[in-house]
C-alpha cells in the first residue's frame, strides 16, 4: 500500500492534477454491456463497466482541448469498397501506407464520386496494411487484419489543423474489450469528458490477436501461470508456461513456450537450430485437456499454431481446434469463443509476411527494429465461454504434448507441473518474455505528410 501510495504522489507531482474520464459501453442494439475492461494504454490504467455499462477512471490533464471522440465514423468498409455516409460533402482524400508507413497509394475524389462506393487500394497481398481516410469533417486510421479493415483512430480535421503537424494527436488511446467483442479504441483528446463504446460481436472464421478479441486484457488483469517442467539438454528445466485467467464472461487460457525446446526464428536467422517456415506450417501443435472444478473435461483437442489457408490474405492462419493441425477431441464448439497464436499474430495482425526468414535476434531475444512487434515466443491460446464450467466453475488445464517438428532438443518431452523457476535468472526461460500490449504502430495522423512518405 505504501508503494503505491508513492508512485501516486510522483505522478501527481508531474502532472499536476488527475480528473475522471467517464462514458458507457453498448453493444450494437443498444443494450448495456457489463464487465467491459476500459484501458489506458500509454499508462495501462484500467477499470471495468457496472451493470449499467457506465464506468470511470482517471486520465491525465492536458493543456490544449479537443473534441470529444466520435465512436463511427464518416465511412464504412464494406465489400471490398470505402462506403461514405449519407450527406457527405466536400472532397475525399485516401492514403495507403504499409507497416512502416511508407505511403503506397494515394487518391483524392469528391463525396459524389464516392456515393456508390470507392473501391480499395489494389496492392501486393499483405502489403496494404493501413489507410488514412480525410473528409471535410474527419480523419480516420483503418488497419487491415484478417482480411478486413477495422477503425482504430479518429478526430476531427479542425483538431488537427489547430494543434499543428508536430503536435500529440491525444493524450492516450483507450480500448474497450469484452469476450466475444471485437476491441474498439477510441482517442482520449481531452483531460475530461464522456466517451462512449459501441462494441460489435467478434466473428473470424480464424485466429484473432489477443488485442482484438480482448483476451490480453483479461491475460493481463486476472492471469495465474503455472510451470511445467521437462529434460531439455540432460537437465530439468521449464518448459511450458501456461496462463489461466476466470473473468465473469470467459476462461482464457495462454501456453508459451521456453524458447529453449523451440522459438519462432527460422531460415537464416535461425537461433540455435535449422529451422524453416514451412516446419512451423507442416504439424506444429499442441494438445491440452481443460476441467472444470468436478473434474469433468470441458475441452479436450489440438491447437493449430498456423496452417495455409485462403481463408486469410496472406495465405496462412491459425485455425485453432477447427482445422490444420486442430481438432477437438472432447466440448462444445459453440462454447469456444476465439482462439489465435503468436505466429498468426506475427503475419496477420502486424503485417509481417516473413515466409523464408524470420527477423534477426539474439539469445536475449532481443527486438529486431525492423520488426518490432515479432514475437519470438510460440504461444498458443483459446478463450471459452465461462458457462461451459457449469457451476463449479473452472477447475485446472493440463497440457497432454506438444509437437514440434523439430525442437531444439527432444522431439517428445515429458512434463510435471512444478513451482516457478526464480524469476529473471538464468534458470527462467521466460525472462525475455514480454506480452505485446500495444497496438501496430500507426502513422500519426499530423506527423505524415499529406504528400506521402516515399
Given amino acids: 500500500m505504501i508503494k503505491i501510495m508513492f508512485l501516486c504522489c510522483i505522478l501527481i507531482w508531474n502532472i499536476q492534477s488527475q480528473i475522471t474520464i467517464s462514458g458507457n459501453v453498448k453493444d450494437k442494439s443498444g443494450n ?30 492536458v493543456n490544449k482541448k479537443a473534441p470529444a471522440a466520435k465512436a463511427i465514423s464518416d465511412f464504412s468498409i464494406k465489400n471490398g469498397k470505402i462506403i461514405p455516409e449519407a450527406g457527405l460533402t466536400g472532397t475525399i482524400s485516401i492514403e495507403a501506407f504499409n507497416i512502416n508507413g511508407v505511403r503506397i497509394h494515394t487518391n483524392t475524389l469528391t463525396s459524389k464520386e464516392g456515393l456508390s462506393g470507392i473501391p480499395l487500394p489494389k496492392s501486393n497481398p499483405g502489403s496494404m496494411t493501413i489507410l488514412r481516410i480525410k473528409s471535410n469533417k474527419f480523419i480516420s486510421i483503418w488497419k487491415q487484419s484478417c482480411g478486413q479493415y477495422n477503425l482504430v483512430y479518429m478526430t476531427p480535421v479542425s483538431y ?71 529434460d531439455l539438454e540432460g537437465k530439468d528445466k521449464p518448459i511450458v508456461m501456461i496462463t489461466h485467467a476466470v473473468s465473469a464472461d470467459a476462461v482464457d487460457i495462454q501456453v508459451v513456450f521456453n524458447p529453449w525446446f523451440f522459438d519462432l526464428t527460422y531460415g537464416t536467422n535461425a537461433l540455435g537450430w535449422k529451422h524453416t517456415y514451412e516446419q512451423l506450417v507442416k504439424s506444429d501443435h499442441v494438445a491440452i485437456d481443460i476441467q472444470n472444478g468436478n473434474k469433468e473435461i470441458v475441452f479436450s483437442g489440438k491447437l493449430d499454431l498456423i496452417t495455409a489457408s485462403a481463408k486469410s490474405p496472406s495465405g496462412y492462419a491459425c485455425l485453432g481446434p477447427f482445422g490444420g493441425d486442430g481438432a477437438i477431441s472432447t466440448g462444445n464448439p459453440a462454447d469456444i469463443i476465439s482462439y489465435g497464436s503468436s505466429l498468426d499474430d506475427n503475419i496477420n495482425y502486424y503485417g509481417y509476411h516473413l515466409f523464408k526468414n524470420s527477423p534477426k535476434t539474439d ?26 464450467f457449469g457451476q463449479s466453475g473452472y477447475g485446472s488445464v493440463q497440457m497432454s504434448y506438444c509437437h514440434a517438428s523439430p525442437s531444439k532438443d527432444k522431439e517428445t518431452v515429458n512434463v510435471t507441473e512444478k513451482l516457478p523457476p526464480l524469476t529473471g535468472t538464468p534458470q527462467d526461460p521466460f525472462r525475455y518474455y514480454t506480452p505485446n500490449l500495444t497496438v501496430v504502430k500507426i502513422p500519426p495522423v499530423d506527423t505524415i505528410p499529406y504528400g506521402g512518405v516515399d
Fill in 32 to 61: 448495456a454491456l457489463k464487465d467491459v475492461i476500459l484501458t489506458l494504454e500509454r499508462y495501462t490504467t484500467t477499470t471495468l463497466t457496472d451493470a449499467t455499462g457506465n464506468y470511470s477512471l482517471y486520465a491525465l490533464s
Fill in 160 to 230: 488537427s489543423s489547430s494543434i499543428g503537424r508536430n503536435a500529440a494527436m491525444s493524450i492516450d488511446t483507450l480500448r474497450a474489450t469484452k469476450a466475444g467483442y471485437k476491441a474498439v479504441r477510441l482517442p482520449v483528446n481531452t483531460a475530461s469528458g464522456i466517451i462512449n463504446f459501441i462494441l460489435d460481436s467478434l466473428k473470424s472464421e480464424i485466429g484473432s490477436n489477443p488485442i482484438d478479441d480482448g483476451s490480453a486484457d483479461r491475460i493481463a488483469k486476472y492471469g495465474v501461470n503455472q510451470y511445467f517442467w521437462g
Fill in 363 to 388: 539469445t536475449m531475444y532481443t527486438p529486431d527494429p525492423l520488426y518490432p512487434n515479432w514475437q519470438f515466443y510460440p504461444i498458443y491460446r483459446i478463450s471459452l465461454k465461462k458457462s461451459a
